[in-house]
Each structure stands twice: as structure tokens, then as C-alpha cells.
């Protein structure tokens, strides 16, 4: 653990993240954003369609494992709503939603922020809320 000297307090580097968290990271981000999962569940995929309407394009940057095997897995979404209203607001913004099969972890760069995380199957485990059972590394640029 490190101590922030801006405001005197410790900085955790591991943490839980979970929609919730990534949502509020990627609704901060306002110069880039890189978004790399295994799906995406439709909180998110709302959060990341909103991106697109407030960020340059090209600052935009996502990759999705969208196999039905992800899904039936609970990466995503069992019937790929989150993936499918990812596409549709891409679509309407001329982005691109790459592919890249077996992806089973999770990343996040908002700005400065970068979370490496480890997406939690719901079909195996409900997923931790406990935030002494870490599921991520946090990472941000010191200024």
C-alpha cells in the first residue's frame, strides 16, 4: 500500500470491482477509454454507449469475447442484451466492437485510471462483495 501525499491517505492497489465500480470509472473517463472483456452485462454496455456520445471515437477503444460459451459462462448477459445494445450504439456511431475469442480477464483504462480485473462467472460463483477479497489490481499515472 502506498500513501497518496495529496491527500494523506493510503491508496489500495487491490480491490473489488464489480459493474458498479465499472461504471462509475467509465462514465469518469472524458480523454480515453479501452474496454477489454470476456461480455459485457448491460449496465456497462449503457455505460460504455454513453462514452461514445461524449468522447472522440477515436479515443474509444473496445474488445469483447462475444461466443455463446461466454454468456452460458455469466461473463455477460445470458441472452447478449449488453452485447447486442454495444453494437447497436456503435453502429450508430461508426465504431467498431473487435473480437477477440478466449478473453478471460478484464481491462479497464479510463484516463489516467487502469484496472486489470478478474471478471467473475456468475454461472460458477455469485461474486464476492466483501472488499478485504480483492478481484483486481488498480493502477493510475501519478501527477
Known amino acids: 500500500m502506498s500513501i497518496n501525499p495529496s491527500k494523506g491517505q493510503p491508496e489500495k492497489t487491490f480491490i473489488r470491482v464489480d459493474d458498479d465500480v465499472l461504471i462509475r470509472t467509465i462514465s ?3 480523454r480515453r477509454l479501452v474496454f477489454v472483456a470476456p461480455g459485457v452485462r448491460v449496465k456497462v454496455a449503457r455505460a460504455l454507449a454513453d462514452a461514445m456520445d461524449m468522447m472522440t471515437l477515436e ?4 474488445v469483447l469475447d462475444v461466443d455463446a460459451e ?3 459462462l455469466g461473463y455477460g448477459d445470458k441472452d447478449m ?13 461508426g465504431l467498431t466492437i473487435h473480437h477477440h475469442p478466449g478473453i478471460r480477464i478484464g481491462l479497464l483504462i479510463a484516463d ?9 462467472p456468475l454461472l460458477i ?3 464476492s462483495q ?14
Open 28 to 30: 469518469a473517463a472524458v
Open 130 to 143: 466483501q472488499a478485504d477479497k480483492p478481484n483486481a489490481i488498480i493502477l493510475q499515472a501519478e501527477l
Open 125 to 127: 460463483e455469485a461474486g
Open 59 to 62: 479515443s474509444l477503444h473496445i
Open 81 to 93: 442484451a449488453g452485447v447486442e445494445l454495444l453494437q447497436t450504439a456503435a453502429a450508430k456511431h
Open 70 to 72: 461466454v454468456s452460458r
Open 112 to 120: 489516467d485510471t487502469t484496472l486489470i480485473y478478474s471478471p467473475t
